[in-house]
């Protein structure tokens, strides 16, 4: 009684404190986004916690259940889904294909431990210590084996992409989240299957019910499962990749219909995920990792791509979190420890698998506590399998709110984690970088065909998602000369579907200094 007593009186000091005029319009909406957006890491970085948190918190103070200023189900929603694809899609766009290889055992093999173990232990514990049924044990744990990369932008900000730690953790978070996927569509079968047959008035008020009061993430599959994953599988990895490259070629020339064009893909292999009751979020992850060669990773568009992620999708998405977060729920003690008891099998679970793999792999320790910590985060899977089990009335409730309450802790746990052991990574200074990282291409004209001789540097690129850089020294006087050769070097690339900047470096007659003329795609 006491819960109920306080959420009505934050409801009433909400609407006493919300301006009732603008409350769920577009501009009012979208500007109070942008004011969480700003500050929010800002506030959070004075007070030495990671800015994360601080989106979290704001949208936890700005939504229905604080303030009310930021309606549930809105623009902050919609764009919030949109930056966990997003997300996903950078992590494929920039996974170093190369380091995985030379990596993969210890990646499958994490992948794998990362799932069994933490599904294992919540199955044995609420099958035996709650008395739960099977079915239901096996999604709550699907639930907290799978991961989101929440914490992905802290590896990118400290320049871990290409670190083995972090190329398992992704690996890892693909393979939980298709396992449990996968249970949960057994799952769902199943029980669809057992409760057909009872059809009688308390059923179909009880379906009624849930029906209005439960939306799932995903539709109803139209293909089964079996048939939708290969079906992703070959045109995000096969299909994409071709129709990318001769977009590239005929049609996508400029950097702003190539960057729409990423976005299309990734909205593609989202859709197609959705085919067979798969998280889009999947579907992203491979859209990105079939375009992931074609998208040079130093390059001007994937910074157009990774400027727009960090400006606005990704912290939109960790906005529409903290929409989630009810504080009357933390009064509740049964919630509240439900929701601890959901943490421990995630953290447990992930760390123990971390700690296997490193022993077996010999990872150090803080690539071990990188590896563990990023994998800590929950979010879209977790809410699409506790929705579906909500809806089919394998548990209450209580699970639902619970589940909430374990994704925000997950989520502070994944960014302080993920930032302490990945500043405690050495960086080697010495390391080579690969050959098709970045070649500087001396295009003077010496007789030499342009296109024959950048195709052979863009080839060079390709396998490792470099960027060609043409260049020419111009002589004082000839800069004009200098700038339409590199012009049609960047042309001749561009027509090639590579990506490309155009330097030309002059020497000034009278002054030890240089002047330096970009040419490049628009």
Known sequence: MKVVDRAARMALWANAWGPPVLIGSVEATFLILLVVVIFGPVIAERLRIPGIVGLIFGGALFGPYVLGWLPADDL?????????????????????????????????????????????????????????????GALIGAMWASNTLVAYPEVQAAGLQKNRAVSAAVSAGVVADLLSLTVLAVATATAVIELEPLDNMFVRAANEFVQGQ???????????????????????????????????????????????????????????????????????????????????????????????????????FLVSIGLNIDPALLVDRNTLLLGLLFTSFVVVGKTVAAVVTSRLFGFSLAETGVM???????????????????????????????????????????SYGTRYFASRIPRDVNEVPPVGSTVMVDVRDQGSDIDSFVALAG?????????????????PGALEVSNARIAASVDALVGQGYDADGVVPTLHPFRDARHVARASQQ
Do not use: H
């Not at 920039?94 to 995985?100: H, K, L, N």
């Not at 020339?253 to 959705?274: C, E, K, N, Y």
């Not at 080839?459 to 002589?475: F, H, M, Q, S, W």
């Open 214 to 316: 439960i939306e799932p993430t995903t539709p109803d599959p139209k293909l089964p499962i079996w048939l939708a994953l290969p079906l992703l599988a070959a045109f995000c990895l096969w299909l994409l990749p071709k129709i990318t490259r001769r977009f590239f070629v005929t049609v996508g020339r400029s950097r702003m219909q190539r960057f729409v064009f990423a976005l299309a893909g990734m909205s593609a292999g989202a859709t197609i995920a959705l085919l067979g009751g798969v998280e889009g979020l999947i579907g992203a992850f491979l859209a990105g990792l079939g375009m992931n060669r074609l998208i040079p990773t130093s390059g001007p568009l994937m910074e157009r791509l990774e400027f727009v992620g960090a400006a606005i999708f990704v912290p939109t």
């Open 459 to 475: 080839a060079l690129t390709r396998k490792d998602a470099g960027l060609v850089i043409p260049y020419l020294v111009a002589e």
């Open 372 to 414: 563990a910590s990023l994998s800590f985060g929950q979010a879209a899977s977790t809410l699409a399998i506790a929705q579906v089990g909500l809806s089919l009335g394998m548990f209450e409730q209580i699970v639902v709110n619970a589940s909430v309450i374990a994704i925000v802790i997950t989520a502070l746990l994944t």
């Open 76 to 136: 902050v929603t919609a764009l919030g889904a949109i930056g966990i694809l997003y997300l996903m899609f950078l992590a494929g766009a920039t996974f170093d294909i190369q380091a995985f290889n030379e990596n993969r055992r210890s990646a499958i093999a994490y992948g794998l431990l990362g799932f069994i173990i933490p599904f294992t232990l919540s199955l044995l514990v609420v099958v035996f210590a709650f008395d739960v049924g099977l079915l239901a």
